[in-house]
């Protein structure tokens, strides 16, 4: 069964983190992972890299996974427009997941009420601030409905904790070796 997932990208947005989970995510083999903005034109990313999103909001009806990466969130957490739109794909049972920042959006959205969660180091307090149960220490965080990633290459972790999640640990593990993702900072 081939699901589909969408990562939201917009003007400032952290490259790692909607890029690694793609890689991740399009490894996998199983899903049809595309990025989505409010039009197909260039997003400008956090450090530079222009990115033409593959769809423009309007045209996606359903989707079985929703990412929201972080970097420059404050420009989505302000639009209704977008929280409407994340609070939408919510109701309608979309799996939502969120990569550092990108739990504020879902703060706002109120999707992380009564949830416990994790963003980038640098954004626990603002989080905490929400009254939302923090948990600093996590890679990432799954209650069911919302899985929240920490900062950056979190959110790595957090998309091979999807495809064991949606498909099994095996291809989990299958993905990891194709990544050759094997952390072992040099400092």
């Known amino acids: 069964m081939t699901r589909t997932i969408g990562i939201a990208i917009w003007n400032g947005v ?5 890029a690694g989970p793609y890689e991740v995510l399009t490894a996998w083999g199983e899903a049809e992972v595309f990025t989505v903005a409010d039009t197909t034109d ?3 990313c956090a450090h530079g890299l222009r990115v033409l999103p593959d769809r423009a909001w309007e045209d ?3 989707l079985d996974v929703l990412l929201v990466p972080g970097g420059g969130t404050n420009a989505v957490v302000s639009d209704e427009a977008f929280v409407q739109r994340v609070r939408a794909f919510a ?4 799996l939502m997941t969120s990569v550092c920042t990108g739990a504020l959006v879902y703060a706002k959205a109120g999707l992380l009420e ?3 969660a994790t963003t980038h180091w640098s954004a626990i307090e603002r989080l ?7 948990r600093p220490d996590e890679r990432f965080v799954d209650t069911g409905e919302v899985v929240t990633a920490a900062g950056v ?4 972790d957090m998309a091979l904790h ?4 949606l498909d099994s640990v095996e291809k989990a593990r299958e993905v990891r070796h194709y990544i050759q993702y094997d952390p072992k900072p040099p400092v």
């Open 128 to 134: 905490r601030e929400l009254g939302i149960d923090v």
């Open 14 to 18: 952290e490259e790692l983190d909607f």
């Open 162 to 165: 999807l495809v064991a999640r």
């Open 60 to 62: 996606v009806d359903a």
């Open 42 to 44: 260039a997003v400008r």
């Open 153 to 156: 290459s979190a959110g790595i």
């Open 114 to 116: 009564g949830r416990p």
């Open 91 to 94: 109701d309608a049972g979309t």
